[in-house]
């Protein structure tokens, strides 16, 4: 992990104290609330840290139109074949960075959590 971490830094400058935070909680299968003004490299710091795990890196930004099917997903019917087929949502990711989460519906932010507890 000091390896990571090495190579975060190199990228990511003066928030030594958020990238400890973010390998915590990486070691311990966690998740973690970050907060900040806009500029503070909290987006640069996740994609980096999940580049340098080998990892995938997705973003939401939610919105007040967002449905939970945005999240997790939904089955899509292929005409060709005449089955459907299973799409799956941005929370199928090894790194998540969901914005503005408060600005969704209840419902939005519930199938989050519920993504969250598995």
Known sequence: MEK???EVKKVIVGQDHLLERL???LLARGHILVEGVPGLAKTM???TLAESIGGEFKRIQFTPDLVPADLVGTRIYNQKSGEFNTALGPV???LLLADEINRAPAKTQSALLEAMEE
Do not use: D
Request: zero cysteines; hydrophobic letters at 65%; a positive charge.
């Open 92 to 94: 199928f990711t090894n």
């Open 45 to 47: 710091a996740i994609k």
């Open 4 to 6: 990571v971490l090495y």
């Open 23 to 25: 390998i915590v909680a």
